[in-house]
C-alpha cells in the first residue's frame, strides 16, 4: 500500500521515503465489503480516502428518489464529500464500495497535522484538487456540447476497462440516460 500512494505522489511532486513514512503514519488502512457505504447522506465526512484496490460511486438521491450517480472512484484516486469534509456539515451525498474495496483514509485533523510536518503536501493536495476540478469541468462540458449517444461513446472510449466493471444501470445514471436507451445504444454499437 505504501509502495502504491508513494508511486502516486510520485507523479505529482518529489517525495522522500521519510515523507512518505510520516504521511502514512497518519493514515488508517481499511477494507471495505461490496456494497457498504462509506458515506450516508446526513452525515459529516470526516475523512479523505486513497483507493488502493476497488471501485467506489458517490451518488445523491433526487427529489423524485432517483439515484443520481455524480462520479466513480478506482484505484489510485482521492475520494471524499469536499463540501461535508471542509465545512463540517451534514453531506447530500453518499459513497459506496461497488467491490470490496481496499483503502487509506485520513481524517480531517490528521491532514492537519500532515500539513505541519510536511508541507508541501498542501501543494500536492493542490494539484490533486485542481486536476479533479478540470475533470469536472470536462464532464460538464461533454454534458452542453454533446448528446447521450455522444456521451456514451466518449466514455466507453476513454474508459474502456472501467466500463466492464460497472452495472450498466449505474453508467446509465451517470451519463443521465434511461437504462433501455443505453441498452439499445449498446446494441448498435
Known amino acids: 500500500m505504501k509502495a502504491q500512494l508513494h508511486a502516486y505522489i510520485e507523479r505529482y511532486i518529489p517525495f522522500s521515503q521519510e515523507d512518505l513514512d510520516t504521511f502514512y503514519s497518519f493514515m488508517t488502512p481499511e477494507i471495505v465489503p461490496k456494497k457498504e457505504f462509506i458515506l450516508k447522506a446526513g452525515d459529516i465526512c470526516k475523512i479523505k480516502f486513497f483507493i488502493i484496490n476497488g471501485l467506489t460511486r458517490t451518488f445523491k438521491i433526487d427529489s423524485k428518489g432517483n439515484e443520481r450517480i455524480i462520479h466513480f472512484g478506482i484505484e489510485n484516486w482521492w475520494a471524499t464529500d ?3 469534509f471542509v465545512l463540517e456539515k451534514p453531506s447530500r451525498l453518499y459513497i459506496q464500495a461497488l467491490e470490496e474495496t481496499t483503502l487509506l483514509t485520513i481524517s480531517k485533523s490528521n491532514l492537519e497535522k500532515a500539513f505541519q510536518v510536511i508541507p508541501k503536501l498542501e501543494r500536492f493536495f493542490r494539484i490533486v484538487t485542481e486536476k479533479t476540478l478540470i475533470a469536472v469541468e ?19 472510449q476513454e474508459l474502456k476497462d472501467f466500463s466492464q466493471r460497472v452495472p450498466q444501470y449505474m453508467i446509465a445514471s451517470y451519463l443521465d440516460i434511461t437504462p433501455e436507451y443505453l441498452s439499445e445504444l449498446r446494441k448498435n454499437k
Request: aromatic share 18%; proline share 0%.
Open 138 to 156: 470536462r464532464k460538464n462540458e461533454h454534458y452542453i456540447k454533446m448528446n447521450s449517444k455522444e456521451r456514451y461513446y466518449v466514455f466507453v
Open 82 to 84: 469536499l463540501e461535508s
